[in-house]
C-alpha cells in the first residue's frame, strides 16, 4: 500500500496512540455502550482531504454538528473496524473495498452520550462519489482540505453554556468541534501539519449545538 510523505507520519504513530494523546477525558472502567467512527483521509483533487458528514439539523441530538462517519457497534460486528465501515456504507454508500484501514484508535469517551468511541484511521485509496444514504442521519458529506483545517485564520476555540472549551474549525459554513473537532486537532498535530494558530479566539457554539458538548 502506497501512501504519500504527509500521512506517512500519522499511519507510523497511530497503531501506538494512548487515549491520553487524543483526549483530554479518561475512558470509563463501567460498561457504557461503544460505538466506532472512521476517520477517512484521502486525497481529492490532488489534496489532502477529510471527509466529514452534517448531521440533519432537525435531530434532537447532534443537530447540524459536523461529525466523522459511523455508529454503534452491533452485536454482529466482528470489531470496531467493520462496525466503521458499515455505518459509512449505510451513511454515505461508501464501499468498504476503496478503503485501507491503518490502525483502530485507542477508545475515546463521550460523556454526554456515555458511549466509549472507537475512531478507526483509514487511508481512502480508491475515492468514489458518495452522499447521503440516511437522510434521518446525514444532510451532506463533506470532503475538506486539510489546507482549509490548518489555516489559522479557521481555527478557534469554542464555549458551551455548561463551560466546555475546546478546539475548533470554521470550514464550509459548520463549526467542527467537540469530539470531531478534537481528535482533528491532535491528528493534525500528530501529522506534523497544523500550523500556529490563535487559541485566545473563542466563540460560543452555535445554539443548534448546545444540546451536546462534545461531539
Known sequence: MMLPAWFMPLAEVAPSLTTEQLSWQPVPDSQEREAAVLILFSEMNGEPSVTLIERPSHMRNHGGQPAFPGGAIDADDDSATNAALREAQEEIGLDPASVSVIAELPQLWLAPSRFKITPVLAWWSQPHEVTSHEEREVAAVHHIALRELVDPA??????????????????????????TGGVLSQLLDLAGIARDWDDTKIIDVPESHQVSWTS
Open 154 to 179: 479557521n481555527r478557534v476555540r469554542v464555549m458551551t453554556r455548561s463551560g466546555f472549551l475546546g478546539p475548533a474549525f470554521l470550514v464550509r459554513d459548520m463549526v467542527v468541534w467537540g469530539f
